[in-house]
């Protein structure tokens, strides 16, 4: 088990753009959390997947911002027509019955 | 609602010396508390947690936590700080009722003097 993965580490792009995010949780880990964390803050709840299902979204997560989970195995967060807000690490954790949540070592997103 | 608070932003410590960070947290039932470490750039490592039974848990890297209910605390302690444990802590709360999600403080940086 080689732990929460998450692809880019880094990602840069321009305002206006589409950005897409890959999370590869702990196998078996069925629920999924994805995590916003700017400069100098404590990460902020975006969204949570229990198995496949979309179950809580945040305010924070405009109609800019989709995830999904097919299949209940990895995540995709994109988001579309960035601004320079969305500069940010992106942080995904899975857990399972033991409750506490694993991190992997998120996507910074710059957006100049 | 609830929320989590670290007063203190910034901590400097000599090496060797001991170490207590604090964590203040509301919410109505017992929560569910964690200590996470975080380096430069890099994702969060979880120390401890506290879900319930003996108040003082140990976890890694030589650090322990009390959960105080009486005065909502949940004080992250070390008796020997090293100089790897230069990093952010945060403290964060989560419950079952709430889908298990995390309320994090805004982190206390930790700075070790040789």
């Known amino acids: 088990d080689t732990g929460v993965s998450q692809d880019p580490r880094h990602k840069i792009t321009k305002r206006g753009q589409n950005v897409t995010f890959r999370c590869d949780p702990i196998?078996?880990?069925?629920?999924l959390y994805w995590y916003r964390q700017t400069l100098g803050q404590g990460p902020e709840f975006l969204t949570y997947f229990q198995n496949e299902a979309q179950l809580e979204k945040s305010r924070l997560l405009s109609d800019r911002f989709s995830a999904e989970r097919p299949k209940g195995s990895f995540s995709t967060l994109e988001i579309q027509r960035t601004e320079q807000g969305d500069s940010a690490m992106y942080l995904c954790?899975?857990?399972?019955?033991?409750?506490?949540?694993?991190f992997g070592q998120g996507t910074r997103l710059t957006v100049v | 609602a609830q929320s989590v608070t670290q007063p203190d932003i910034h901590i400097t410590v000599s090496e060797g010396a001991s170490l207590e960070l604090r964590c203040n947290y509301s919410?109505?039932?017992?929560?569910?508390l964690f200590w996470y470490v975080q380096s430069p750039g890099q994702g969060l490592q979880l120390l401890l947690k506290y879900f319930s039974g003996d108040t003082l848990v140990q976890g890694i890297k030589g650090f322990e936590a009390e959960f105080k209910r009486s005065q909502s605390s949940f004080n992250l302690r070390k008796p020997s700080v090293h100089w790897s444990d230069a990093a952010e802590y945060f403290c964060?709360?989560?419950?079952?009722?709430?889908?298990?999600?995390?309320?994090f403080g805004s982190g206390t940086r930790l700075l070790v003097r040789p």
């Open positions: 954790a899975s857990s399972f019955r033991q409750l506490e949540a694993f």
């Open positions: 196998s078996e880990h069925n629920r």
């Open positions: 919410y109505g039932a017992t929560p569910y």
């Open positions: 964060a709360v989560g419950a079952r009722d709430s889908s298990y999600k995390l309320i």
